[in-house]
T-cell receptor
């Protein structure tokens, strides 16, 4: 079964440092997403991406965050200057289509980001 | 924006009994309602979804119902098994943006 791959599985970074979280979506999927989950809490939407541009973003996704699809396979989330409260599990997801046509999201296994 | 409420937060059931989890949403424009199962330390996995043009959907022991008028949807698990123990999340929204509920910890005791 196709999978969404995320690297690294765990990243520890110092407050104020930049981090890049990497994702390889399923190859025929066109829609990409980042969600995060603070330990023990709900999954929170960050951003959706289609056709090389952001489609939707949440209030969490401020100027410190950016996404990029640098090539035909990777989808990255960059946090420019990490804060302690950015510590969370970050999930990448992808879907084949949208609306009434698409199947559901497939989530990656996540990157646990710890900001110290 | 969309706000999703999920109840109960924890649910203990005897093996073989049914489990029901309920969610309400606020945005009438939401048209997609998936349910995810998350085991400890693992990714959320889609178990069933329903779209706003359908009132009910069933897949083996799992069923979901949607009441658009009342803006609520429910997950029903019948004949529960120990491997059903996990956190279940409902979500509501559109293709580009899902809001998740707070989750229900389901514990199935043998």
């Amino acid at each position: 079964e196709p999978e969404v791959t995320q690297t690294p599985s765990h990243q520890v970074t110092q407050m104020g440092q930049e981090v890049i979280l990497r994702c390889v979506p399923i190859s025929n999927h066109l829609y990409f997403y980042w969600y995060r989950q603070i330990l023990g809490q709900k999954v929170e939407f960050l951003v959706s991406f289609y056709n090389n541009e952001i489609s939707e973003k949440s209030e969490i996704f401020d100027d410190q965050f950016s996404v990029e699809r640098p090539d035909g396979s990777n989808f990255t989330l960059k946090i420019r200057s990490t804060k302690l409260e950015d510590s969370a599990m970050y999930f990448c997801a992808s879907s084949e289509g949208q609306g009434l046509i698409s199947g559901g999201y497939t989530f990656g296994s996540g990157t646990r980001l710890t900001v110290v | 924006g969309e706000n999703v409420e999920q109840h109960p937060s924890t649910l203990s059931v005897q093996e073989g009994d049914s489990a029901v989890i309920k969610c309400t949403y606020s945005d009438s424009a939401s048209n997609y309602f998936p349910w995810y199962k998350q085991e400890l330390g693992k990714r959320p996995q889609l178990i069933i979804d329903i779209r706003s043009n359908v009132g009910e959907k069933k897949d083996q022991r799992i069923a979901v119902t949607l009441n658009k008028t009342a803006k609520h949807f429910s997950l029903h698990i019948t004949e529960t098994q120990p491997e059903d123990s996990a956190v279940y999340f409902c979500a509501a929204g559109s293709w580009g943006k899902l809001q998740f509920g707070a989750g229900t910890q389901v514990v199935v005791t043998p």
